[in-house]
């Protein structure tokens, strides 16, 4: 038998508000470290757009819930979760207590045991560092400047809505935020012990830099 205690994975949470970069940048920190990644937003994603694809109301707490108990992440093989439409009804049921305790030990089980006995997991969210895995060895809260943020995800949006309108992606983004962060349960916000990454005026490549330099610094500081 080997009494030796098993090493906790690393984890490293990134949260922030929409398009402030964070996806891209903890994409990169999962695939440099080789640890696994989880988009943790493809989950409230999933759940809304299940419900959307019901016919049912996002708004409707009992029916989300339920959505969100039985929720299989195969069964969004092929699904645009990626909408406008699917992002704004995933704020909607992000805000559902029900739905986030169901969604809570999924995200704890993949950083408590990340997939392929990878050494570690980079999740990113919007609760990561304060609710998911408030002891994670590295936090980070993203953030760039609102209109920076809305002429990023109206570039990616109007690749397949060319006639979305900018002000239309900017307007959505404040409700989101506002949302998001006024929600009594778990809403977003930035641990204490997290870095803050300002992106407004940041490259990828830079960004990328300076979230390596702080996990680097961490590992070198933990052995
Ligand atoms: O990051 P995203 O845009 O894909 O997230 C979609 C919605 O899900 C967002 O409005 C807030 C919610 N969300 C959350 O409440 N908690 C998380 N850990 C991740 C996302």
């Not at 929720?71 to 009804?89: C, H, M, S, Y």
């Amino acid at each position: 038998m080997n009494s030796e205690p098993a090493t906790p994975p690393i984890v490293i949470a990134l949260d922030g508000p929409a398009a402030s970069g964070k996806g891209t940048l903890a994409r990169r920190i999962a695939e440099h470290y080789g640890f696994a990644f989880l988009d943790t937003g493809t989950l409230y994603r999933g759940v809304a757009w299940l419900m959307l694809n019901d016919g049912g109301d996002p708004a409707d707490a009992k029916a989300a819930a339920a959505a969100a108990r039985t929720f299989d992440p195969q069964k969004l093989a092929g699904a645009d979760i990626r909408t406008k439409e699917v992002g704004a009804a995933a704020s909607v049921v992000a805000a559902n207590a029900g739905v986030r305790a169901a969604l809570l030990e999924f995200q704890r089980r993949f950083a408590a045991a990340p997939p392929n006995n990878a050494a570690g997991a980079v999740l990113d969210g919007r609760d990561i560092g304060t609710v998911v895995c408030p002891d994670a060895t590295v936090k980070f809260f993203v953030t760039a400047s609102p209109e920076v943020r809305a002429r990023r995800r109206w570039l990616e949006l109007r690749e397949n809505r060319p006639d979305l309108q900018e002000s239309e992606v900017y307007q959505d983004l404040l409700e989101r935020d506002a949302r998001d962060a006024a929600r009594a349960d778990a809403p977003m916000s930035t641990a204490a012990d997290a870095e803050l990454l300002d992106t407004t005026h940041l490259s990828i490549d830079a960004a990328f830099a300076a979230a390596r330099r702080v996990i680097d610094g961490v590992f070198r500081r933990c052995g």
